[in-house]
C-alpha cells in the first residue's frame, strides 16, 4: 500500500510526530479549550492555527533541505549529501517556536 513512498527512519519518525502532535492536540482542546492570542505572528491566533501554521513552515523546512541538500554537499565539499536529520530537528525547532511564542 505505502510502497510508493521512501519510508526512512526520519521520514517515519516525522509523520509519527506529526500524528502524536494531532492527537495531543485533540486532548488538549477537549480539556481545556483555547482562546485568541496574539504571538509574534501578523493574526490572532488559537493554539489550533499556531499548530496548523507550524506544520506548514516545518513541512516548507523538509523540503527546502532535501531540494538544497546536493548543493550544499558539493558547497562544502562533502563526501555525501547532509543527513536529513538535521532539517527534522531545524523544523520541530521552528514549530516550538511557533507554538510557543506565535
Avoid: H
Avoid at 493554539?47 to 496548523?52: C, E, I, N, T, W
Amino acid at each position: 500500500m505505502f510502497d510508493w513512498m521512501a519510508w526512512t527512519t526520519p521520514v517515519a519518525v516525522f509523520f509519527s510526530c506529526i500524528a502524536l502532535m494531532l492527537a495531543g492536540m485533540t486532548v488538549w482542546e477537549i480539556k481545556s479549550p483555547t482562546t485568541l492570542r496574539k504571538g509574534f505572528l501578523p493574526i490572532e491566533t488559537t493554539r489550533g492555527d499556531r499548530l496548523f501554521i507550524g506544520l506548514l513552515s516545518a513541512a516548507y523546512v523538509n523540503l527546502a533541505f532535501v531540494g538544497a541538500s546536493g548543493r550544499l554537499a558539493t558547497w562544502l565539499g562533502l563526501d555525501s549529501e547532509p543527513s536529513i536529520w538535521i532539517s527534522f530537528v531545524l523544523s520541530m525547532g521552528l514549530l516550538g517556536l511557533i507554538m510557543r511564542k506565535g
